[in-house]
C-alpha cells in the first residue's frame, strides 16, 4: 500500500450529541473568548506585546519537525496583530496540511505557507481580535486535531503579559520536564505474550513497534494479520481492505482506507469532505486525485495498546457510516 497522507490524532472520540462533546465544545469556546480578551490588550504603542500558543515539543531538538503553534504580535503604534499559525514548513508530518486544509486558510484570508513566508499569517486591527481568535481556535482543533484545549500552553511577554492567566493556560515555562522512564509495564514483547493487557510499551526501533502492532492485531481479530509487499498489515471491512501501517519517518502507526474512488466532481467532494472533517475530531478524510482516502494516525511511542485497540473500531465504524452516503453524494465508486 503506497498511497499516505498525514492526519488524524490518537484518541477516541464522544459521540455527537453527548454531554461529553457539549462539554467539549464549551471548553474551546471559552478557549477563544479568552484568546480574543487577551488580544484586545496587546496595544502597547512600543510593539511589545507578543503571545505564542503551543502544544508541548516532546523533541525539541529534533529535526522532524515541531507540533502545532499559534503566534501574535502587535504593532503599528497598537492598533494592529500580526497572526501566525504554523506552516508546513515547520510542522510534524503528521501535522502538516493537505491541499483541502491549505485552502481553507487561504479562503478566510489567509496568506504565507510557501517560500517568502513559511507560517500562515493574517493583520488585523485589534478590534477584529474575535475573528483572529475564531480562526486561529478552529485551525488548532479541527485541521491540527488537538485533543482539549487544556494540552494547549503559552509563552507571553510585553505590557500585556500581566494579564496572560485570562487565558486558562498553562505557561510552558511551568510545565514540569521529567526524564523519561520506562513505565512498570514497558518492555519488548517476546513470541506471542499478550498485548492488549498492557498499560503502555516503548518499543526500542521500529521493527519492535512492527512486532508490538502484530501482535495486536493477531490477539484482537484471533489470527496472523496478513501483511502486503509494503510491509503494511491488511485487514478487510465493507468487502475491502484497510491498512495498518507502522511509519518508516516517525514512530506512529496510521490506519488508512480508500473509501471511494473516481469521484465525479473533485471541487464538489471537497466540500462533503470538509464537512466530514469539521465534524469528526480523530479521522480524517482527504482527496487524492479521484480518489478519497480516510486516515487515522496515533503515535507509538510510547505505544498504547489500548489506544489501538479503540482506534480500529472507531476507525471502522467511521468507515461504516459514512462511505455508501459519501460514494452517493460524490458520485464515486467504492471497493
Not at 464549551?26 to 487577551?38: M, P
Request: include cysteine; aromatic fraction near 8%.
Amino acid at each position: 500500500m503506497t498511497n499516505t497522507n498525514h492526519g488524524g490524532t490518537p484518541a477516541g472520540t464522544p459521540r455527537e450529541g453527548s454531554d461529553a462533546i457539549e462539554e467539549l465544545d464549551a471548553l474551546w469556546e471559552k478557549l477563544e473568548e479568552d484568546l480574543t480578551a487577551y488580544l484586545s490588550t496587546m496595544v502597547d504603542p512600543d510593539e511589545g506585546d507578543h503571545l505564542l500558543i503551543e502544544l508541548t515539543d516532546p523533541d525539541p531538538e529534533g529535526d522532524a519537525g515541531c507540533p502545532p503553534y499559534a503566534q501574535f504580535a502587535g504593532f503599528g503604534d497598537g492598533r494592529m496583530i500580526r497572526a501566525e499559525v504554523s506552516g508546513n514548513a515547520y510542522l510534524l508530518p503528521q501535522y502538516q496540511l493537505d491541499e483541502d486544509g491549505s485552502d481553507f486558510f487561504a479562503l478566510m484570508g489567509w496568506s504565507g505557507n510557501d517560500a517568502t513566508e513559511q507560517n500562515w499569517y493574517i493583520e488585523r486591527t485589534v478590534t477584529s481580535a474575535d475573528e483572529i481568535a475564531n480562526h486561529v481556535v478552529w485551525a488548532i482543533r479541527y485541521h491540527f486535531g488537538v485533543v482539549h484545549p487544556q494540552l494547549l500552553t503559552y509563552q507571553a511577554w510585553g505590557p500585556a503579559a500581566d494579564s496572560a492567566d485570562i487565558l486558562g493556560l498553562c505557561a510552558t515555562a511551568e510545565v514540569p520536564v521529567d526524564e523519561p522512564t520506562a513505565p512498570a509495564t514497558a518492555g519488548t514483547v517476546r513470541g506471542r505474550e499478550s498485548v492488549l493487557n498492557r498499560l503502555a510499551l516503548k518499543p526500542v526501533d521500529r521493527d519492535d513497534l512492527l512486532h508490538i502492532v502484530q501482535s495486536l492485531l493477531r490477539e484482537k481479530y484471533e489470527g496472523e494479520p496478513p501483511i502486503d509487499d509494503d510491509g503494511d498489515f491488511v485487514l478487510h471491512h465493507l468487502g475491502q481492505p484497510v491498512w495498518v501501517r507502522v511509519r518508516g519517518d516517525q514512530p506512529a502507526v496510521e490506519i488508512m482506507a480508500r473509501v471511494a474512488h473516481d469521484v465525479h466532481s473533485r471541487r464538489a467532494t471537497a466540500v462533503e469532505i470538509g464537512l466530514l472533517n469539521r465534524d469528526n475530531l480523530w479521522v480524517r478524510w482527504t482527496l487524492r486525485d479521484r480518489a478519497v482516502w480516510q486516515t487515522l494516525v496515533l503515535p507509538g511511542f510510547p505505544f498504547v495498546p489500548s489506544h489501538l485497540d479503540a482506534m480500529l473500531d472507531l476507525f471502522l465504524e467511521a468507515m461504516t457510516s459514512i462511505r455508501d452516503d459519501l460514494a452517493y453524494r460524490t458520485g464515486a465508486k467504492v471497493a
